[in-house]
């Protein structure tokens, strides 16, 4: 559903559901009710103004009845924001595609208390294309490569690589190493794949894992393409999160104790899936505030960033056809300063 509103200081207009009937005589009566706890003198100053409007654009007065309108939309107002003292780098820009290295920290999408402070607002506004668009998304304290499309017309063909999995993924991580672990032993660990069930609910900051059954667990989940088309309802029984993990290096860090630094290959895109895998495994990667265990809440600390990259990209071009490699510029600070190369197998 297209917004009647056009983008403004690079934010979208909000776009809210109505009921059709309730106890409620006015629309303006059923938005104080919803919203009124947080700014009610606004809320109503915004219907005075015309800020408020339906599906044409047409402006709702405080005496819209309900039932009038099943949606509204409207501008948020945003608190001042604090800037983040974190830059964006463009790496590439074709007529379809942008191709951003996010630093850690900046929230790829508004979210919350960052809406200014929001890789696609920052860009919306730099380089002014109102029709920006991620075509998907990195946790704000993950850094690395993110592709925009440009093109409204376009953005369906690139979107489809990532729903089809065409869309080869590489990331880097740090991970403190156990106390006396023998880094040979370690060595042959690697690589291996894990695979789980985790689900995300709504509100809650941390994903959960899910159990299932036995004679689900040979089920890889990223093999599960092609054939008859399930609806999107349908739930697929095992795990439904896939990871390769290898060992590249290992050292030490900037504080001297010792670490590995791991490339990961996600099959699947589950929420804070790679976070979730190297828990499992014992090697939460450094400076995560949410796994293996939830910190309290806390301000940002700049010199401890996440220490999780997505390094590189890989996939046809729907529009031309050619082989797109997109490699981030990026480092991440604790990774072994002076570490041996692991065997690769």
């Known amino acids: 559903m297209k917004s009647p ?41 915004r219907f005075h103004h ?57 929230p790829t999408t508004p979210a919350g208390r960052y809406v200014q402070q929001s890789l696609l607002v920052r860009l919306r506004n730099r380089l002014q294309i109102p029709d920006l668009v991620p075509i998907h998304r990195l946790d704000r304290g993950t850094a690395g490569l993110v592709l925009f499309s440009k093109q409204p017309e ?7 690589l990532f729903e089809r999995r065409e869309v080869a993924k590489q990331y880097q991580c740090v991970s403190a190493l156990p106390a006396g672990i023998d880094r040979a032993e370690l060595s042959s660990r690697f690589p291996l ?87 499992l495994l014992g090697l939460g990667i450094l400076h995560d505030r949410f796994y293996p265990d939830l910190w309290d809440d806390a301000p940002d600390d700049f010199d401890a960033p996440l220490q999780l990259l997505a390094q590189r990209l890989e996939f046809t071009d729907p529009i031309s056809g050619r082989i797109r490699e997109f490699t981030s510029a990026r480092k991440l600070v604790e990774a072994p300063a002076e570490g041996r190369t692991a065997d690769r197998r």
Request: proline share 7%.
């Open 154 to 160: 376009t953005r369906s063909a690139y979107q489809l």
């Open 5 to 45: 509103l056009p983008v403004r200081n690079g934010v979208n207009a909000t776009r809210l559901r109505i009921p059709l009937q309730g106890p409620w005589a006015t629309v303006h009566d059923f938005v104080l009710e919803k919203f009124g706890h947080i700014d009610s003198a606004g809320i109503t100053q």
């Open 193 to 279: 794949t894990v695979r789980n069930r985790i689900e995300k609910t709504k509100g809650v900051v941390v994903s959960q894992l899910m159990p299932y059954e036995v004679k689900d667990s040979g089920r890889r989940p990223h093999d599960r393409r092609g054939g008859k088309r399930r609806r999107s309802t349908e739930v697929i029984p095992g795990a439904n999160a896939s990871s390769r993990v290898e060992l590249e290096a290992t050292g030490t860090s900037r504080a001297g104790t010792p670490v590995g630094l791991f490339r990961l290959s996600p099959h699947t895109g589950k929420t804070h899936q790679l976070r979730i895998h190297m828990a």
């Open 50 to 106: 015309g800020e408020v409007v339906d599906i044409d654009g047409r402006p709702l007065s405080t005496e819209t009845p309900l039932g009038d309108v099943e949606f509204l939309w409207y501008y948020r107002n945003v608190p001042l924001e604090t800037p983040l003292p974190v830059t964006e780098e463009v790496l590439f820009e074709d007529e379809h595609l942008l191709v951003v290295d996010k630093p850690h920290f900046l």
